[in-house]
């Protein structure tokens, strides 16, 4: 095949394929937006399954009481008396040593394994809420494994790490979606009719832009009953964020209604006698379907971030419900910084979900453009 004709094909497939398709032939130029990608499927995974990867319940304190504020167990495959094909533990005793001004002090006894298992027999749970099962990834035949540690109540921080993903991840998508909805009706009514209802619903938009987002959870959080569940703060946080993330979205929306309200598919369907609401979802929204995306994208994170901020100042979500904003409450204490460092570790797993959301976020920004610089 010529060169010529592999060039004929490839402009017939660009000036035949749909926005969807350009929008991922740009995006997949990016590479950091797919390595941030690939970074979200695996953490999005990661939360979704995290009943199944985790080994144990979150939410049981004083599960290895012999081991808390204990230090991360890397499971190895060799060592001085040989290697395995099964990954292992040593036994770890724990106790108390006048020299080390009563602090614990662990024993390490490396002539005595403990193996790690696959597909063992644990907690009850229910995988997406649903599915009653017990097995989880891995265990060990004898005692507790805590690959991040554990904290000062003994609850194991790798699952809690995971299922603080999903609950996080669960709050910036109800909140995502409560706004997106909110967006969509308000903002597509305001562009579309204009005139004095136009004012009024930008009096009221702006309005809430102003409204500082800490003084109000204060004052929401003063007015919470103490005797409300987790899972009914869990809802109203998530409904909180949703009620105020809508203008942002509802402004662009208005925006692009604003100029194509007249255009002539519009006036068409018009004088076909179809409904507003009709001409607003089926001809309007449509035409920049990409850019709501890449919006809900962008602001994703910032969902998370509110819900993180809120849970560590102690506005938010509170134990036993499992948050990355619960777990870094404890990192601000004075003897975690100075004795328990792997409590940052699900810091990471924060800093790792934001920033890829971010880089998506951008890379779909440019891709959807196709004026970007990056498109050229």
């Not at 985790?54 to 167990?73: C, E, F, I, M």
């Not at 005139?195 to 702006?206: A, F, H, K, N, P």
């Not at 100029?259 to 369907?269: I, S």
């Not at 134990?319 to 100075?338: H, I, R, Y």
């Given at each position: ?24 032939a740009r995006f997949k130029k990016q590479k950091a937006a797919m390595v941030g990608a690939v970074v979200l499927v695996v953490l999005i995974l990661s939360g979704i399954f995290a009943p199944f990867l985790s080994p144990y319940d979150p939410t049981v304190a004083g ?101 603080a993903i999903l609950t996080s991840l669960q709050v910036g998508t109800m909140g995502v979606v409560i706004s997106f909805v909110l967006a969509l009706v308000i903002g597509g009514i305001s562009g579309y009719y204009g005139g004095w209802l136009d004012s009024v619903i ?175």
């Amino acid at each position: 095949m010529s060169v010529t004709t592999q060039n004929q094909k490839a402009k017939e497939a660009y000036f035949t394929a749909s926005q969807g398709q350009l929008i991922w032939a740009r995006f997949k130029k990016q590479k950091a937006a797919m390595v941030g990608a690939v970074v979200l499927v695996v953490l999005i995974l990661s939360g979704i399954f995290a009943p199944f990867l985790s080994p144990y319940d979150p939410t049981v304190a004083g599960r290895d009481k012999g081991y808390l504020n204990g230090a991360p167990q890397i499971p190895k495959f060799c060592d001085d008396n040989g290697c395995s094909v099964r990954p292992f533990l040593y036994t770890v005793t724990r106790e108390r040593s006048l020299a080390t001004n009563f602090r614990w002090v662990e024993k390490v006894n490396t002539d005595e394994r403990r193996y790690v298992q696959f597909f063992v027999q644990g907690d009850k749970y229910k995988l997406f809420g649903f599915i009653p099962s017990s097995v989880h990834l891995f265990g060990m035949d004898n005692g507790y494994v805590h690959l991040f540690g554990t904290d000062s109540a003994g609850k194991d921080i790798f699952s809690r790490t995971l299922h603080a993903i999903l609950t996080s991840l669960q709050v910036g998508t109800m909140g995502v979606v409560i706004s997106f909805v909110l967006a969509l009706v308000i903002g597509g009514i305001s562009g579309y009719y204009g005139g004095w209802l136009d004012s009024v619903i930008q009096m009221v938009t702006d309005a809430i832009r102003t409204v500082p987002a800490i003084p109000l959870f204060m004052a929401i959080a003063a007015f919470i009953p103490p005797e409300w569940t987790a899972e009914t703060r869990f809802f109203f946080i998530s409904m909180i964020l949703g009620l105020i993330g809508w203008p942002t979205l509802a402004r662009r929306v208005r925006t692009h209604l604003l100029t194509e309200r007249n255009q002539e598919y519009v006036l068409a369907a018009q004088l076909c006698g179809a409904s507003p609401s009709h001409v607003i979802r089926r001809h309007l929204l449509p035409s920049f379907t990409s850019y709501i995306i890449v919006d809900l994208v962008i602001s994703f994170p910032y969902m998370v971030l509110s819900e993180t901020a809120l849970s560590f100042i102690g506005l938010g979500l509170k134990d036993p419900v499992n948050s990355l904003g619960v777990m870094l409450q404890n990192v601000t204490k004075a003897d975690v910084l100075l004795n328990y460092q792997w409590y940052f570790i699900p810091v990471i797993f924060f800093i790792a979900l934001v920033m890829a959301f971010v880089f998506v976020g951008d890379g779909l920004r440019d891709a959807a453009d196709p004026y970007s610089e990056a498109n050229k």
